[in-house]
């Protein structure tokens, strides 16, 4: 029996991972998806319907979509992740920019349709939270450039 070829596609998102701080306590927002329902940090595809979007520009707008808030980009180099997934029998090589920002204002009850839930989380509900170990991982790098500022 042949071996079937698969077509392999690239895609390229942008999103933040979000932190306030009050006091001396600093939360990180997190979204529950809509569809597959993991928790994860907001996200999009790079110029999904705005065309000549930046990295930086989706990152911003999709933190607000899906987030409901407007967050500010703290950190210039964006943390960066990889991976496969399969949709309707294509391959699809996934490469997501997430930069880390401070939230300036807004609600996040005024999410999007594509996330059921928003919330802010302690670092370690964030840990318990979310659902892909890249997240986590690049969670923990965040983290320590915000404990230089705080």
């Given amino acids: 029996m042949p071996l079937q070829q698969r ?3 690239r895609e390229f ?7 306030k701080k009050k006091d001396s306590e600093v939360k990180w927002l997190v979204v ?3 569809l597959h329902k993991r928790w994860i ?3 999009g595809l790079i110029g999904d319907n705005v065309d000549g979007e930046t990295k930086e520009q989706t990152a911003l707008r ?4 899906e987030g409901g808030i407007k967050a500010r980009i703290a950190l210039d180099k964006p943390f960066t992740t990889t991976y496969f997934y399969i949709f309707k029998g294509t391959r699809i090589f996934k490469t997501v920019y997430f930069y880390l920002m401070e939230y300036v204002s807004g609600d996040i009850k005024d ?3 594509e996330v059921s ?5 302690t670092e370690e509900e964030v840990l318990e939270t979310l659902s892909f170990p890249a997240d986590k991982k690049m969670f923990l790098e ?3 450039f915000v404990k230089e500022k705080v």
């Fill in 111 to 113: 999410h999007d349709f």
């Fill in 142 to 144: 965040a983290k320590e």
């Fill in 32 to 34: 529950q998806h809509s």
């Fill in 41 to 43: 940090f907001p996200k």
């Fill in 62 to 65: 999709e933190v607000e979509e």
């Fill in 13 to 19: 998102s942008a999103g933040g991972i979000v932190y």
């Fill in 7 to 9: 077509h392999t596609s």
């Fill in 117 to 121: 839930e928003a919330k802010w989380l």
